[in-house]
């Protein structure tokens, strides 16, 4: 039995599970970490969901932005600086994602993180069911690293709109469409995505202009 607080290691372990497909499978693969743990980090959670799975990775930082809990002064950045941490490593080719230790340690309490998924169970179930498979050619090859550009070029944009109210939702938005589709393997999403972030940048460059 692994101890509460202690990240499973072994391959067998029934946190481990197979790369998600869904955005159903995200919730539940952390709803299973935060009944196994008091506190949940980002290291268990790209663990339990696969090193391989960047989906997740773009677009769980992107949903936490978009969230209430985006509106804590700095975490915008914070949450920017994962996304371009995810991206780069699918730009490199990267068998396996790897986070630096501060990063890994970071988390939150297991409660936060049931309350989360609770909230989140109704939109996913819906999600999942719009979202699924269309054009998959579209989610591999060479346009996932066009994705993962992208989301580059929108977190770089989150820092200086972090200055403004509810400015970083439109990038974050884009990033969370393009994390999405590779999840679920939609390339009439990953289409969608692409309008989003030229919009997303549109927008960026005017609020900044003002400003």
């Known amino acids: 039995m692994t101890p509460r607080g202690t990240a499973p290691s072994s391959p067998g372990s029934p946190l481990m599970a197979d790369e998600p497909h869904s955005l159903g499978d995200v919730l539940d693969t952390l709803e299973r970490l935060a009944d196994a743990h008091d506190r949940v980090t980002l290291g268990q959670t790209v663990e339990a969901l696969g090193s391989r799975s960047y989906g997740p990775f773009l677009l769980l930082p992107a949903l936490v ?3 209430p809990v985006g509106s804590i002064p700095g975490l915008p950045t914070v949450l920017a600086a994962i996304i371009i941490l995810t991206a780069a490593q699918v730009i490199a080719g990267r068998e396996h994602l790897w986070l ?10 297991a409660e936060t993180v049931r309350k989360t998924v609770g909230k989140g169970r109704g939109i996913a179930r819906r999600i999942d069911g719009w979202f699924h498979g269309r054009l998959p050619a579209l989610t591999r090859g060479p346009f996932v690293r066009v994705a993962a550009a992208a989301c580059i070029g929108l977190a770089c944009t989150v820092p200086p709109l972090e200055l403004l109210p509810l400015a970083t939702t439109a990038p974050m938005a884009a990033i969370a469409a393009f994390g999405l589709a590779l999840l679920v393997r939609d390339g009439a999403l990953m289409i969608a995505a692409i309008g989003l972030a030229a919009g997303a940048l549109a927008l960026g460059a005017g609020l900044l202009g003002r400003s």
């Open 65 to 67: 932005d978009i969230s």
């Open 100 to 109: 630096p230790g501060f990063l890994e340690r970071r988390g939150f309490r």
